[in-house]
T-cell receptor, first 110, second 116 residues
Framework: QKEVEQNSGPLSVPEGAIASLNCTYSDRGSQSFFWYRQYSGKSPELIMFIYSNGDKEDGRFTAQLNKASQYVSLLIRDSQPSDSATYLCAVNVGFQKLVFGTGTRLLVSP | GAVVSQHPSWVICKSGTSVKIECRSLDFQATTMFWYRQFPKQSLMLMATSNEGSKATYEQGVEKDKFLINHASLTLSTLTVTSAHPEDSSFYIC????????????FGPGTRLLVL
């Protein structure tokens, strides 16, 4: 079983819609969860991090964490074509290391 | 804040040569830096964890004698690909963990290596 799993997509949504990206993880000891965005040919860019159960909002982005279900999600409201990218979920393993999922490709059509 | 730079952004070299890539945290001190490799259409693969002033910790399957890592200061880590071969061609990305801020990693822009 992979440590961090994401649906590879592509997830296609129309402009203005809500995009919902999901991630599950296997290590129950994980405490820190991150979402990165990666445009094609570029390096990852941190969008949000979440440590506590529940929701965390930052502008159009909302991260949701459910430790009991080992599930973390990212909602993007009012999706824009510029949001089209691959979204990477990352989970801490141990003290320092992050393990990344394979990413979900999001396509927002005008 | 939390800007990480990498140099060079692109490098083309002949098989058998060595290539050095620098990773710098520009506006914060990084006690830990990480080196990743990403092949086309694949996810990030951690190669090694670099702690300032100590030896790097390599992931399973990564040759420490081929990928030399030096983390001489709180703002600079270097990765040297020794005796590069075409199969080493990849996108190498470093990240830096901000001291005192849990596990958040900030990524550099990456270095594309092409070995001919």
């Amino acid at each position: 079983q992979k440590e961090v799993e994401q649906n590879s997509g592509p997830l296609s949504v129309p402009e203005g819609a809500i995009a919902s990206l999901n991630c599950t993880y296997s290590d129950r000891g994980s405490q820190s969860f991150f979402w990165y965005r990666q445009y094609s040919g570029k390096s990852p860019e941190l969008i949000m991090f979440i440590y506590s159960n529940g929701d965390k909002e930052d502008g159009r982005f909302t991260a949701q964490l459910n430790k009991a279900s080992q599930y973390v999600s990212l909602l993007i409201r009012d999706s824009q074509p510029s949001d089209s990218a691959t979204y990477l979920c990352a989970v801490n393993v141990g003290f320092q290391k992050l393990v990344f999922g394979t990413g979900t490709r999001l396509l927002v059509s005008p | 804040g939390a800007v990480v730079s990498q140099h060079p952004s692109w490098v083309i070299c002949k098989s058998g040569t060595s290539v050095k890539i620098e990773c710098r945290s520009l506006d914060f001190q990084a006690t830990t830096m990480f080196w990743y490799r990403q092949f086309p259409k694949q996810s990030l693969m951690l190669m090694a964890t670099s702690n300032e002033g100590s030896k790097a910790t390599y992931e399973q399957g990564v040759e420490k004698d081929k990928f030399l890592i030096n983390h001489a200061s709180l703002t600079l880590s270097t990765l040297t690909v020794t005796s590069a071969h075409p199969e080493d061609s990849s996108f190498y990305i470093c990240s830096a963990r901000r001291a005192g801020v849990q596990e958040t990693q900030y990524f550099g822009p990456g270095t594309r290596l092409l070995v001919l």
